[in-house]
T-cell receptor
Framework: EDKVVQSPLSLVVHEGDTVTLNCSYEVTNFRSLLWYKQEKKAPTFLFMLTSSGIEKKSGRLSSILDKKELFSILNITATQTGDSAVYLCAVERGSSSDMRFGAGTRLTVKP | GAGVSQSPSNKVTEKGKDVELRCDPISGHTALYWYRQRLGQGLEFLIYFQGNSAPDKSGLPSDRFSAERTGESVSTLTIQRTQQEDSAVYLC????????????FGEGSRLTVL
């Protein structure tokens, strides 16, 4: 059965800390892995990863994929209170092009 | 439209009633997805449309759930004989083509079954 597992489920840090969020997966016919940020309702897109070892970076956020070990990490440096959100990992399967999400990591950044 | 639009934004219904949720995807987006998100949980895949056809209906939790899409545009998710466990936010997302990754999400329809 296909699985997308995120850890930790929740995390509380203080402003300025660096955090690493994890996403491991077991899916047939992997195509891509995506990270989303969900603050209130609609998740918003962060990164799409298809190749191993190539870091994607956007400001203080970065992400990398390891297709051999079947996981991805999302790093956030110098966290701010505005980073507080649920971070969702999703895996797209080539066989059906649907997208399966993990349970998410709830990040709380305290002032 | 400019973004994915869902209606109603909130729906409170009594157990046993039928409900219909609507999704208007971004114009020109051929792929459309429905997800369910229970309080404090992740997104649970329900169904995916490529054009008007649904290659994968495996996520629909029971035969009380059905969905259709017409004109490669609007989609409706229908839940018959609602149960309390159906209470959740139902999120719709669209993408230009399946396999292009990024999904654009609507604000969701919050369903409460009393």
């Amino acid at each position: 059965e296909d699985k997308v597992v995120q850890s930790p489920l929740s995390l509380v840090v203080h402003e300025g800390d660096t955090v690493t969020l994890n996403c491991s997966y077991e899916v047939t016919n992997f195509r891509s892995l995506l990270w989303y940020k969900q603050e209130k309702k609609a998740p918003t897109f962060l990164f799409m990863l298809t190749s191993s070892g190539i870091e994607k970076k956007s400001g203080r956020l970065s992400s990398i994929l390891d297709k051999k070990e079947l996981f991805s990490i999302l790093n956030i440096t110098a966290t701010q209170t505005g980073d507080s959100a649920v971070y969702l990992c999703a895996v797209e399967r080539g066989s059906s092009s649907d997208m399966r999400f993990g349970a998410g990591t709830r990040l709380t950044v305290k002032p | 439209g400019a973004g994915v639009s869902q209606s109603p934004s909130n729906k409170v219904t009594e157990k046993g009633k039928d409900v219909e949720l609507r999704c208007d995807p971004i114009s020109g987006h051929t792929a459309l997805y429905w997800y369910r998100q229970r309080l404090g949980q992740g997104l649970e895949f329900l169904i995916y449309f490529q054009g008007n056809s649904a290659p994968d209906k495996s996520g629909l939790p029971s035969d009380r759930f059905s969905a259709e899409r017409t004109g490669e545009s609007v989609s409706t998710l229908t839940i018959q004989r609602t149960q309390q466990e159906d209470s959740a936010v139902y999120l719709c997302a669209s993408s230009l083509l399946s396999g292009l990754g990024e999904l654009f999400f609507g604000e969701g329809s919050r369903l409460t079954v009393l």
